[in-house]
């Protein structure tokens, strides 16, 4: 039987697929650009760490995958500062939270609480043990996010002179710094905690007349736009990555979903028949599941397209090629030719291999190289 279309296909012919998402399609072409189908799995512990290190290697990643529960100082400005890293460096960001609980739950941990992780992680990923509901809740709970991202609300203050109230007392022997303050909270939350209450305090001791004018609007542009997969002739000529992604643009503000269908840890319990149903819920629901955390290719049907991202992957040392590798937790380690090339996997998840290196920078780009090169050989070296 000759091998689904996905394993032969570039990243550049698949970004241009029918059932691609916007999402889907952009990381694609990103990847095809960069030259790199390398995931950095950020397992760091502080703020600072974490965006060190996407400084370090952003470079040579197609996608950062953090763990934003294990960061112990995270806060909007942690959110903001990877997102404007991820500008620089051409990456999109992947919050591996894998929700495994009722809907009206799993919208509340995704939208909601201390992290809103909609807010700033353009993947996510989920369990299917509650059912595809999870599925439909968190692809609702995205909506929301982009209707909310699409309104503007602009807030406009201005005071009049001090207004005197009747049997206010204004003598000089008042109490020393008593002031009249008027606290303001805009009627939509905003990106930052810290900034969603407005104070005005008066310059002496007399409330004023506060005016506030709020307006709500809608933006004209689209939020979501469908990358340009249109094949420009001086591409073939085009070696410039700079214009090639000035070209591609900013990744769009869009939403979506991958399915853990397979585990790399030994024992796991994600039989052939989880993995089965994980990919007819993706079918159903192609609009917001991009893909799947699996250990190999999972498209079977002629229109499938599905991106896996494999965990799980790891370089053995120069010498040791062919041994075995594993940790003390369970972990089972694969190289990136094996998922890549043999397995038919598309982006190959990094860890340890990278974080706890001597130096990090040299060795994502070690990883890029073999995942890359792996690629290459898949599809003929037709890129």
Same mark, same amino acid.
């Given at each position: 039987m000759?091998?689904?279309?996905?394993?032969?296909?570039t990243y550049?012919?698949r *970004?241009s697929?029918?059932?691609?998402?916007?999402l889907?399609?952009y990381?694609l072409r990103l990847?095809?650009?960069?030259?790199?189908?390398l995931?950095?799995?950020?397992?760091?512990d502080?703020s600072?760490?974490?965006? *060190?290190?996407?400084e370090?290697?952003?470079?040579s990643?197609?996608?950062l995958?953090?763990h934003?529960d294990?960061i112990?100082?995270?806060?909007?400005r942690?959110?903001?500062?990877?997102?404007e890293?991820?500008?620089r460096?051409?990456f999109?960001i992947?919050e591996?939270?894998k929700?495994?609980d009722?809907?009206?739950?799993v919208?509340?941990q995704?939208?909601?609480?201390?992290?809103r992780?909609?807010?700033?992680?353009?993947?996510?990923? *989920? +369990?299917?043990?509650?059912?595809?509901a999870?599925v439909?809740?968190? +692809?609702?709970a995205a909506? $929301?996010?982009?209707?909310?991202?699409?309104?503007?609300? +602009?807030?406009?203050?201005?005071a009049s002179a001090?207004l005197?109230?009747?049997?206010y007392?204004?003598?000089?022997?008042?109490e020393?710094?008593a002031?009249?303050?008027? *606290?303001v909270?805009?009627p939509?939350?905003?990106?930052?905690?810290?900034?969603r209450r407005l104070?005005?305090?008066?310059?002496?001791?007399k409330?004023?007349v506060?005016?506030?004018s709020t307006t709500?609007s809608?933006r004209?542009?689209?939020?979501?736009?469908r990358?340009?997969?249109?094949?420009h002739?001086?591409?073939?000529?085009?070696?410039?990555?700079?214009?090639?992604l000035?070209?591609?643009?900013?990744v769009p503000?869009?939403r979506?979903?991958?399915?853990?269908?397979?585990m790399?840890s030994e024992?796991?319990?994600?039989t052939?028949?989880?993995s089965?149903?994980?990919?007819?819920?993706?079918?159903?629901n192609s609009d917001?599941?991009?893909g799947?955390i699996a $250990?190999?290719?999972?498209?079977?049907?002629?229109?499938?397209?599905?991106?896996v991202?494999t965990?799980?992957?790891?370089?053995p040392p120069?010498?040791?090629?062919g041994k075995?590798?594993?940790d003390?937790?369970?972990?089972?380690y694969?190289?990136?030719?094996?998922?890549i090339f043999? $397995?038919?996997?598309d982006?190959i998840?990094?860890g340890?291999?990278?974080?706890?290196?001597?130096?990090?920078?040299?060795?994502?780009?070690?990883?890029r190289s073999?995942?890359?090169?792996?690629y290459l050989?898949?599809?003929?070296?037709?890129h």
């Open positions: 000759p091998p689904h279309p996905s394993w032969v296909s550049r012919e *970004a697929h029918a059932s691609s998402g916007p889907a399609s990381l990847m095809s650009i960069k030259q790199t189908n995931c950095l799995s950020a397992d760091v502080t600072a760490e974490l965006l *060190a290190l996407a370090e290697v952003g470079d990643i197609c996608v995958k953090t934003c294990t112990t100082d995270w806060t909007e942690t959110a903001r500062a990877l997102k890293i991820a500008r460096k051409w999109i992947f591996d939270r929700f495994a009722i809907g009206e739950t919208q509340k995704y939208t909601s609480g201390y992290h992780i909609a807010n700033w992680a353009e993947i996510t990923n *989920a +369990h299917i043990l509650p059912g595809p999870i439909t809740a968190l +692809h609702k909506e $929301q996010t982009i209707a909310k991202y699409n309104t503007a609300v +602009h807030t406009e203050i201005s001090p005197r109230i009747p049997n007392n204004t003598d000089d022997d008042e020393e710094g002031v009249g303050e008027i *606290a909270e805009s939509m939350d905003g990106d930052e905690a810290d900034e104070s005005i305090k008066a310059l002496d001791r409330y004023s506060v005016s506030v709500i809608t004209t542009e689209s939020i979501s736009p990358p340009d997969h249109t094949f002739p001086e591409d073939a000529f085009d070696t410039d990555t700079a214009t090639l000035s070209r591609l643009g900013e503000f869009v979506s979903l991958l399915l853990l269908a397979e790399s024992g796991h319990l994600l052939p028949e989880y089965k149903k994980s990919v007819e819920i993706a079918r159903n917001f599941v991009m799947f $250990q190999r290719n999972l498209n079977t049907e002629p229109d499938d397209n599905f991106i991202m965990p799980g992957c790891k370089l120069p010498g040791k090629e075995k590798l594993g003390a937790l369970g972990q089972q694969n190289t990136p030719r094996r998922l043999e $397995q038919g996997c982006v998840i990094v340890r291999g990278i974080v706890r290196a001597q130096d990090r920078q040299k060795e994502a780009e070690r990883y073999e995942g890359w090169q792996a050989d898949r599809v003929g070296d037709k």
